[in-house]
C-alpha cells in the first residue's frame, strides 16, 4: 500500500512516499515561497524514481494549514485533484497537529506555527487530541502567551509517527477539504 504525504504549509515543500506505513522516500526542498514552482515536479520525481505511477498510490495525506495562503493552497489543491481523480481516499492533517504528534509529553501542552506578524496555537492532550480552537496571537500577544503558557518548540516532524496516527483519521471528501490560513482574519475581508 502506498501513501503520499504532502505538506508545504512553511517555507519547505515535504513530500513523503511510504510503502506499507514504511517511509521509502523523503524529499525536503527549501522553497523560499517558491511553492508553485517545485511541488508538482517533486512528486513527480519521487514517483519516478521509486517506479510508481500515481494510479499505484493508494492514499494521500496533506497538511491543510495553518501555514502561508499560497503554500497551504498549493499542497491543498494538488491533493484533491490526484484524490479525485485517482478515486483514492484523501486524509488531512494540520500543521499543529502535525507537529503535537511529534511530542511526547505527559500532560496537556501548547504547540505554535509562527509567521512573521505573530502565531497560531493549539492546545493537545497527551494523546494528541487538539483542546479547543487553534487561537491566533500577534507578535506581542504570543510573547505575552509565551511568558504565562509552556509551548513546545517542535523543530523536528517525526513522520513515522504521522502515519501511524493517521490510521485513526476518518477520510476526508476530497470536494470538502479546506485550508487554514495564519492570516485567516485577512483572508476573508
Known amino acids: 500500500m502506498y501513501t503520499l504525504f504532502i505538506d508545504t504549509h512553511n517555507q519547505e515543500v515535504?513530500?513523503?512516499?511510504?510503502?506499507?506505513?514504511?517511509?521509502?522516500?523523503?524529499?525536503?526542498?527549501?522553497?523560499?515561497?517558491?511553492?508553485?514552482?517545485?511541488?508538482?515536479?517533486?512528486?513527480?520525481?519521487?514517483?519516478?524514481?521509486?517506479?510508481?505511477?500515481?494510479?499505484?498510490?493508494?492514499?494521500?495525506?496533506?497538511?491543510?494549514?495553518?501555514?502561508?495562503?499560497?503554500?497551504?493552497?498549493?499542497?491543498?489543491?494538488?491533493?484533491?485533484?490526484?484524490?479525485?481523480?485517482?478515486?483514492?481516499?484523501?486524509?488531512?492533517?494540520?500543521?499543529?497537529?502535525?507537529?503535537?504528534?511529534?511530542?511526547?509529553?505527559?500532560?496537556?501542552?501548547?504547540?505554535?506555527?509562527?509567521?512573521?506578524?505573530?502565531?497560531?496555537?493549539?492546545k493537545f492532550s497527551k494523546d494528541y487530541k487538539a483542546l479547543g480552537e487553534f487561537l491566533y496571537y500577534s507578535k506581542s500577544e504570543y510573547e505575552k502567551f509565551l511568558q504565562e503558557n509552556n509551548v513546545i518548540d517542535v523543530d523536528k516532524i517525526d513522520y513515522d509517527k504521522l502515519i501511524n496516527f493517521m490510521d485513526k483519521c476518518d477520510v476526508t471528501n476530497p470536494h470538502a477539504i479546506k485550508p487554514l490560513y495564519i492570516k485567516r482574519i485577512e483572508v476573508l475581508k
Do not use: W
Open 14 to 122: 515535504v513530500v513523503i512516499l511510504y510503502k506499507n506505513k514504511k517511509i521509502v522516500k523523503h524529499v525536503n526542498k527549501l522553497t523560499g515561497y517558491q511553492h508553485s514552482q517545485v511541488t508538482l515536479p517533486t512528486i513527480k520525481s519521487v514517483l519516478e524514481e521509486e517506479k510508481i505511477k500515481p494510479q499505484d498510490l493508494n492514499e494521500i495525506i496533506v497538511v491543510v494549514g495553518p501555514g502561508s495562503f499560497t503554500g497551504v493552497r498549493i499542497a491543498v489543491t494538488i491533493a484533491k485533484t490526484m484524490a479525485y481523480t485517482l478515486n483514492i481516499p484523501i486524509k488531512t492533517i494540520d500543521s499543529l497537529s502535525l507537529k503535537a504528534i511529534s511530542c511526547d509529553m505527559k500532560e496537556d501542552f501548547f504547540v505554535s506555527v509562527l509567521e512573521k506578524n505573530g502565531a497560531y496555537v493549539g
